[in-house]
């Protein structure tokens, strides 16, 4: 069923941007950006997928009893690790921003939080 | 764009249509106005052109030089506004505007026409035959200065020497030869003797020559001050200034009564020093004439009559304060000394119109028609008599005052209120019982003099309509008296 | 040493390129030369006697005499620098221009962005100074001449597009030198009909890179006091005036080189050459003084308009002719 | 054997890193030990990857460095690979001349914040993320780069939000944008990975070049070049680009355009031209250069309507990109080296641009144009700067700005004529037409901050410090120096990056073992590169010398000749030197920026009206300006790609 | 060589700055004939100047008005030497008909050196010509005398 994991992470995406294209509250922005990373997460995660892989570990059995199974590809994890670490990271400093904006601007409405435009 | 065009390319073979000035003389269209030309020779130093000229241009310089005065011409360019005028007032046609228009100087004074020639002194001043004369006003039309006044209907000529440039225009122009330079005789101020030194004299007197004292009851005028305009003759409400030849014996004080003579003549002083004070001044105005006997001329009256106002202004109040200490105004009987024994006494008819208020030349009478209350203020009053003559009911009268008539007028708020109210009803109750008002005859010309004499205003005169308020009608009679062809009476009404 | 010698007749050669011809000394007299043209042909125009040729040389001798005066709100070495580098700048681009048959002294140093480029120098360089003198008048004069600038650029982009193309062909090329060889062997560019509108196009640039009316609205002297020139007296205002002749001068000779290369002249170059420039030149500056005699000043943002579309729409009717081969 | 050299790239970005580290650690409290391994850190790396100019530039080797030593096993890589070819080292020479003058810069620039152990913190580790960024050979490693380099900047550009709540509006953007950006680059590598099963670029383009073009990869070439290309800041993605430096101190904005978007440029030069190798594709060549097209007249156009100096270059910066983008994206050898120098030569007079915006807002504390005017008396060494970047950014011969603006107007009119496409010349025209409306903004900022009158608020104003000075001073000096001497410039600077470029199987065969690229069918390519034209800059310099010695001598020698020149008295104000105002009594007035071109923007005020309302300021439209674009690009690449 | 030039061309290349100190336009506009092509005086080199830093002969007309007085005085100040005053009418140098206002200020002698009076109200265009020539001449002498 892995194509119903691209379809979702791409659902995913696409909700994570129209959020961010259509909600005037900055928190909500905030949350498109998670739920498009999360999307992009799930993606990079099942292109690793094999249907009935294991676990990309070799156990001391494995080897010797040679049954080198197939198994998983493991970088596409280290990748979305390394990707959620990072999205946490962006999140962090994102409503930490919206924290500030809220103490300076008196509110967190994107169409009131404008002043450099033209 | 393309008639600009053909335009363009047609006038690049076309000559130039510049007028090569420098290179090529270009004269003057006719009857242009251009630099003025002067001939001293024709001038007859009328003065004319100065007058008419609107910036000044033109100024006038005399010198006496040995044989008569030397007159100069100095006509500025640069101050001139080119209109002609002088050249059409002159009448001798000394001046001219020529049609050169080069007028360019690196230095202004190269732009200053001038011309100078020596008038001999002519001997005496312009004096009337008065017989002959047809008042026809031709000598004050030519007069340059406006030195000459004639009214035809008073039958009246008068010469301000002042302003009398001694040009001889107004001597050539009279059709009767009734004008010619004479020495003048002398002549001054005379009092006839029925002065009541009520001081309007000294008070029209622009160069403070006359001295009135009206406590003291004297009279003094200082001949060698006065001018002989003879204001003071025409203001004189008795008609007993007159001008005549005087000579040296002429007495110049007059004296009624022994009365004492409280307080001291008014200074003299600063009347005549006023007239050196301007003298200084005026050479330092913009275009004022640089000789004495310009400067004299000159001489505005303002100061010269202000100072004795104030002379005398200052005399009145030393009066005053001689008064006050007299019990006058406590009331008590007049004393001998008291000058307020005689006055102006107000009769039974008064009809409280307030002719005599207008009329009074001192300001000294307040009628209040409304609390039908008539007041005089006998500090002001002159007894001039002015008001009695003018009274329409003929109820004004100089008389000796006597001690109530003093007090009231001391007083004025002095008559009882129930008295007041009884004079009002009566003066109510007058036009109701007798019906009587102005009667209106034939032979009006609707001049509407009556209408301007109205003191209130009831008659009113539109075309060949004449109309009286009969309610607002006061029956003062001042509409009978100044109707100039006697038609209007007061009388019983139909 | 005979090379050493050769070296330094090469500097002079230089030198003299530079300094007399055809750099500032011709560049400065021709210019003033086809200004005083300029102003009789348009007096004569307008039915008037007009200055004598030699008058620009007067204004401009009379000028070196007045005092220079600094104002307190200019910055002085900017403010006296300026005009300097314009004029500089402006004698260094006859060096580039081949002209009927003389090749140009440094034909190979610049090509025609570069000249295009180069153009803005003296433009830049009257609106640094006037900016520098502090005026508000010469801040209106510079925004002017800076929309100007804005106007005339984008048809002189097109006109210049237009003749690489044409002359090069499939392979284009900028190179000054190219366009007149072109021109020899195919004729003056003028004589292409597609090339007409752009030449049309060129002529009408010239008013505006020079600053005459019509498309004097920088130096506007009844409105705006003459603009970025509002506070130049004396010296620096001479080397201004001279600017501007010698700029008449180079446009003149660059709409020579564009368009009009193609007349050869065989051995008489040399003589037929210099009347032919100076003919040329003059037919030039005529077309100038007669829109000059036709029109009055346009407002600034009309001038613009005209120079985007009626100027810039014949220099693309050009291109897109030239571009299909025509 | 492994020279030592090799180590050097390595060393510098993580000596950066590390740095960072220890200023947090140490630095918080001391001035002088934070600026200290800050100022070391920044000297280190510039000289390492300057140093590296000599064995790749000089002797054209391609340095690869596998970390750990992982080397590739089998033909496929799995290490992190650092990979320094003459494209990288190009970027990277850019980085460490940007950095080096932003952190002798700041010295004094940043001394009135608080906070400064944070500041610098962030610095080296943008600075570090940069120059990883152009030195890795891995497409996740680049990402890493990519997130941390936004990460760094959106921190520095709120940094100064005590003052500016602005920066914080600035930041916001600049992170959601960026992170859209990021989350883009990142599904391209995730379908890369996909369809290659390798992060290693060199592999990733042989592997491409043998297997060929799936969806699967075209979609992830579309994700990755909308990435990089907000990360670059072009049209339509550029609105967070003008927000963030308008806000940033101007020491970090110099660190924006000199770095920052172009990392952006060289992630789309490696993605274009080495990963994918499209750019022998029209259709490509036709989206970059109309993406650049759009840029530079959108960027320019929006400066021209600015009150804000660094606002203002901001959009210049993105208008530049465009530029760079455009030429790049002609495909030719010409355009690209036009590309990569006009690259070259906006680090310079961009970086000495904001540096000027920097110094004027120490001074004045303020860089409203309306506000400014008149510096030129008080700032006169900064106002020269300034005037050397205007003109170098301008295109006014014989500053850098011009040689290569120069090379792009040949490159782009050449390749119009030889593909016969009219798009090209409008290209072409708008190219040139924007440089004069560059001009045009310039000479506003020239007009109202540093020549006209001087308002009485800035009568006090003092020149900013030396340490402040000298980081201009070498700017403007190395702007001339690239106008002058373009060709050395062009033969020795740019040369080795667009070799490198142009033939991706050095590149490949260095980091895979030799062979590798043949056998997977990337051809080395020979380069055909020739000048359409002439322009010697040194020998119209050396002319204009003469002349205007000529000229001075002269006026020096016949100075009695002339008439006499009239100074004013300083401090005095008297009538003679006063300002003519049809005989009023001069005050002050001068003509602030925005009243400037008036004509001009009557004439166009229907576009201004659009193009203003369009830059809403609303994050959600932003963030919809580039999802429309990401999907232009997306229908774009399928369209005509597959 | 130069100087004698530069002395010459004194005289063939004035510019004008005209001053209007309350004039009531007759001069002005008889100083605007004179550009007009009957009298071109652009055949002497005669330009109107838009800035008086450019100017060399400042044309005052109007009885110098004391609203106008300051701002005359300061242009005067501000024009390059050598430089010429030349008063066109009479209002300048007299006031005319204005005179003794209290809103009139003239003679301009008081406030400045009056090189060309010329006179007239107004003056012919030839007239204006020839003292606009006079001043030519006077400029050569002032520049010879800077020397």
């Keep these: 069923m892995i194509l119903v994991n691209y379809i979702v992470s791409i659902c995913l995406i696409a909700l994570g941007l129209y959020v961010m294209c259509s909600k005037r509250e900055l928190i909500k922005i905030v949350i498109g950006m998670g739920i498009m990373d999360y999307g992009i997460n799930m993606l990079i995660v099942s292109i690793g997928f094999h249907e009935n892989g294991t676990a990309p570990i070799y156990t001391l059995a494995d080897i010797i009893n040679g049954n080198l199974s197939f198994f998983v590809d493991p970088i596409p994890q280290a990748l979305t690790l390394t990707s959620i670490v990072i999205g946490a990271c962006v999140d962090a400093m994102a409503l930490s921003l919206v924290i500030m904006i809220k103490r300076r601007y008196k509110t967190t409405d994107a169409d009131e939080v404008r002043r450099l435009k033209g | 764009m393309f008639p600009f065009a053909k335009k363009a390319v047609s006038n690049l073979f076309k000559k130039p249509s510049t007028v090569r000035f420098p290179e090529v003389e270009s004269p003057a269209k006719p009857a242009y106005r251009g630099r003025i030309v002067y001939d001293a020779e024709k001038c007859v130093n009328c003065g004319m052109c100065i007058k008419v000229c609107s910036p000044g241009a033109i100024t006038r310089t005399v010198e006496e030089v040995e044989g008569g005065e030397k007159i100069t011409y100095d006509i500025n360019l640069t101050s001139c506004t080119f209109c002609g005028t002088c ?106 003797g029925d002065c009541v030194f009520c001081t309007l004299c000294s008070k029209k007197c622009p160069v403070g020559a006359l001295t009135v004292d009206r406590a003291g009851k004297t009279w003094e005028i200082d001949r060698s001050v006065c001018i002989k305009c003879g204001l003071c003759v025409s203001s004189c409400p008795k008609h007993t200034l007159v001008m005549g030849d005087v000579d040296d014996n002429t007495p110049a004080r007059f004296e009624k009564s022994a009365a004492p003579v409280k307080s001291a003549p008014a200074p003299a002083a600063p009347a005549k020093e006023a007239p050196a004070a301007p003298a200084k001044e005026a050479p330092a105005s913009g275009n004022a004439p640089k000789t004495p006997e310009n400067a004299l001329k000159t001489v505005p009256a303002a100061p010269v009559a202000d100072s004795p106002t104030k002379a005398q202004k200052s005399a009145v109040s030393v009066n005053k304060a001689a008064a006050a200490a007299a019990p006058v105004l406590s009331g008590l009987i007049p004393q001998a000394e008291n000058s307020w024994d005689t006055g102006v006494v107000l009769g039974p008819d008064c009809i409280y119109c307030g002719l005599c208020m207008r009329k009074c030349p001192m300001e000294a009478i307040t009628v209040d028609r409304a609390s039908k209350s008539w007041q005089i203020d006998r500090e002001k009053c002159v007894w001039c008599g002015i008001c009695v003559s003018g009274c329409p009911k003929k109820t004004l009268k100089i008389d000796a005052l006597s001690a109530e008539t003093a007090k009231e007028a001391a007083v004025p708020e002095a008559p009882a209120p129930e008295k007041n109210a009884e004079a009002a009803s009566q003066a109510k109750a007058v036009p109701a019982a007798a019906a009587t008002g102005v009667v209106f005859g034939e032979g009006c010309i609707y001049c509407g003099a009556c209408a301007g004499a109205c003191p209130v205003g009831a008659i009113s005169v539109d075309g060949s309509e004449w109309s009286i308020d009969r309610d607002a009608c006061i029956q003062c009679g001042a509409c009978v008296g100044t109707c100039p062809m006697g038609v209007l009476s007061i009388g019983p009404l139909e | 040493m005979p090379e050493f010698v050769s070296n330094l007749l090469n500097i002079l050669l230089v030198a003299l390129h530079v300094l007399v011809f055809p750099g500032l000394l011709f560049a400065a007299v021709g210019g003033l030369l086809l200004a005083g043209i300029d102003r009789k042909v348009l007096a004569r125009m307008q039915r008037r006697v007009g200055p004598p040729i030699v008058q620009p040389f007067y204004d401009f001798f009379k000028l070196m005499g007045k005092e220079t005066i600094i104002p307190a709100a200019a910055r002085p070495g900017i403010y006296q620098a300026a005009p300097i580098i314009g004029m500089v700048s402006l004698s260094l681009m006859m060096l580039f221009f081949p002209i009927f048959g003389h090749s140009a002294a440094f034909a190979t140093k610049a090509d025609l962005i570069v000249i295009l480029y180069l153009l803005t120098i003296p433009a830049v360089a009257l609106i640094i100074g006037g900016s520098a003198s502090g005026s508000p008048f010469a801040g209106v004069g510079i925004s002017r001449e800076m929309v100007v600038m804005l106007g005339y650029e984008l048809p002189l982009v097109m006109v210049l597009l237009t003749v690489a193309k044409k002359v090069g062909g499939d392979t284009m090329t900028f190179a000054l030198e190219d366009i007149a060889v072109w021109q020899l062997a195919n004729g003056s560019l003028l004589f292409h009909w597609s090339m007409i509108p752009a030449a049309i196009a060129f002529l009408l640039i010239i008013p505006a890179e020079v600053g005459t009316q019509p498309f004097d609205v920088a130096e506007a002297e009844t409105e705006i006091c003459e603009g970025p020139l509002i506070e130049y007296s004396g010296a620096p205002l001479a080397i201004f005036k001279l600017n501007t002749a010698m700029k008449m001068f180079v446009m003149t000779a660059l709409f020579q080189v564009l368009f009009l290369g193609g007349i050869d002249l ?34 600034v943002e009309h001038l613009f308009k005209f120079y985007w579309t009626v100027v810039a729409g014949l220099a693309l009717v050009s291109l897109v002719l030239v571009w299909f081969g025509l | 054997m492994i020279q030592f050299y090799e180590h050097f790239p390595v060393i510098s970005v993580m000596g950066l890193f590390l740095a960072a580290f220890l200023v947090e650690i140490f630095g918080n409290k001391n001035k002088t030990i934070r600026y200290g391994i800050s100022l070391i850190a920044c000297l280190a790396a510039a000289a390492m990857t300057l140093y590296l100019i000599i064995p790749v530039f000089r002797d054209g080797k391609i ?45 004094r620039y940043m001394e009135r914040d608080a906070h400064l152990g944070h500041y610098y913190t962030l610095f080296l580790m943008l600075a570090g993320s940069v120059l990883g960024l152009v030195f890795t050979g891995d497409v996740f490693n680049l990402f890493i780069m990519i997130e941390i380099m936004t990460f760094a900047a959106v921190a520095l550009t709120a940094f100064r939000h005590g003052k500016h709540p602005e920066a914080l509006e600035g930041a916001f953007k600049y992170l959601v944008l960026g992170s859209i950006g990021s989350s883009l680059t990142l599904l391209g590598v995730a379908l890369l990975y996909l369809s290659t099963h390798t992060l290693n670029m060199a592999q990733i383009s042989a592997l491409l070049s043998s297997q060929g073009f799936k969806p699967t990869t075209l979609f992830a070439f579309a994700m990755m070049l909308s990435g990089l290309a907000v990360k670059s800041f072009v049209v339509p993605f550029h609105t967070p680009a003008a927000d963030a430096y308008a806000t940033a101190p101007a020491s970090v904005s110099t660190l924006f355009s000199g770095m920052v978007n172009k990392a952006g440029i060289y992630g789309m030069i490696r993605l274009t031209y080495i990963l994918f190798r499209v750019m022998d594709r029209e259709s490509v060549m036709l989206l970059l250069a109309l993406i650049g097209a759009l840029t530079m007249f959108v960027g320019v156009t929006m ?160 020149e900013v410090p030396f340490s402040m000075q000298l980081p201009m001073f070498i700017m403007s000096a190395l702007c001339l120096i690239c106008g002058l001497l373009y060709r050395p410039v062009l033969t020795y600077l740019v040369g080795p990056a667009v070799s490198a470029a142009m033939d991706p199987s050095a590149y490949i065969d260095t980091m895979m073992g030799s062979g590798y690229a043949i056998t997977h069918g990337v051809l080395p390519s020979s380069m055909g590169f020739a000048m359409i034209s002439a322009w010697d800059p040194r020998f119209w310099l050396l002319l204009f010398i003469i002349v205007t010695c000529a000229v ?91 | 060589m130069f100087k004698k030039l530069i002395a010459e061309s004194m005289t063939k ?6 001053v209007n100190t309350g004039s009531c336009n007759g001069c002005d506009i008889e100083l605007v004939a004179c550009l007009t092509p009957r009298y071109d005086v652009e055949r002497y080199g005669f330009k109107l100047a838009g800035t008086p830093r450019h100017a060399d002969i400042v044309v005052v007309s109007g009885p110098i008005t004391s609203q106008s007085k300051d701002r005359l005085i300061r242009t005067l100040e501000q024009v390059p030497n050598p430089h010429c005053v030349v008063t066109i009418g009479s209002c300048p140098q007299s006031g005319n008909v204005f005179k003794g206002s209290y809103s009139v200020e003239a003679p301009l002698e008081k406030f400045c050196e009056v090189d060309v009076a010329i006179a007239g109200c107004t003056p012919k265009p030839e007239a204006i010509i020839e003292g606009l020539y006079k001043a030519a001449q006077i400029l050569k002498k002032k520049r010879e005398a800077m020397q």
Aim: glycine share 10%; proline share 3%; net charge positive.
């Design chain 2, 87 to 192: 050249q059409d007032f002159c009448g001798t046609k000394a001046i001219s505007l020529s049609d050169d228009y080069h007028m360019v100087a690196e230095d202004p004074k190269d732009l200053i026409v001038s011309g100078s020639r020596i008038k001999e002194k002519v001997a005496g001043r312009v004096t009337l035959k008065q017989e002959d004369c047809v008042y026809c006003g031709l000598c004050a039309r030519t007069c340059p200065e406006n030195a000459i006044t004639v009214d035809r209907a008073t039958k009246t000529w008068k010469i301000n020497y002042k302003e009398c440039v001694q040009c001889g225009q107004c001597i050539s122009k009279c059709p009767k030869k009734a004008l010619s330079f004479q020495e003048p005789k002398a002549q001054g101020v005379i009092n006839g």
């Design chain 3, 266 to 299: 065989g051995k008489y170059w040399l003589l037929g050459g210099a009347v032919l420039f100076v003919i040329s030149a003059v037919l030039t500056v005529l077309c100038m003084t007669f829109i000059h005699a036709i029109t009055a000043r346009l407002k």
């Design chain 4, 63 to 107: 340095i690869s460095y596998w970390m750990g030593g992982w080397a590739p096993e089998g033909g496929y890589a799995f290490g992190i690979g650092y990979e320094i070819d003459g494209l990288g080292l190009f970027f990277g020479i850019l980085t460490s001349i940007t950095f080096l003058m932003s952190v002798i810069f700041s010295k």
């Design chain 4, 303 to 462: 400066a021209l309507a600015q009150h804000d100096f660094k606002r203002l270059l901001a959009f210049h910066s993105i208008s530049q990109i465009g530029y760079v983008l455009m030429s790049v994206g002609l495909g030719s050898v010409l355009g690209l080296y036009g590309g990569l120098f006009h690259a070259l030569n906006h680090t310079l007079f961009k970086g000495l641009l904001f540096l000027t915006a920097g110094a004027v807002y120490y001074a004045t504390g303020t860089t409203n144009l309306d506000k400014l005017g008149g510096l030129a008396k008080r700032m006169p060494a900064t106002t020269a700067c300034f005037l050397v970047g205007a003109f170098a950014i301008s295109g006014i011969p014989p500053f850098n700005g011009f040689a290569s603006k120069w090379l792009i107007y040949q490159a782009a009119y050449e390749k119009a004529v030889q593909s016969g496409n009219f798009v090209y010349v409008i290209i072409t025209i708008t190219a040139l037409l924007v440089s004069v409306m560059t001009l045009a903004s310039f000479i506003k900022v020239t007009s109202a901050a540093f020549l006209g009158q001087q308002p009485a608020s800035l009568k006090e104003v003092k």
């Design chain 4, 552 to 642: 001075t001598l002269v006026a020096v020698s016949d100075a009695r000749t002339r008439g006499p020149v009239s100074l004013p008295q300083p401090g005095e104000t008297d009538a003679k030197h006063a300002t003519f105002f049809g005989g009023e009594k001069s005050t002050h007035s001068h003509v602030s920026g925005s009243d400037l071109f008036w004509g001009f923007k009557k004439d166009l005020k229907g576009y201004f009206h659009v193009i203003g309302d369009l830059h809403s300021g609303r994050t959600n439209d932003y963030a919809l300006w580039v999802v429309l674009g990401v999907t232009v690009i997306m229908l774009f690449t399928f369209i005509f790609l597959s």
């Design chain 5, 13 to 18: 290349s004035p510019w004008i700055y005209h």
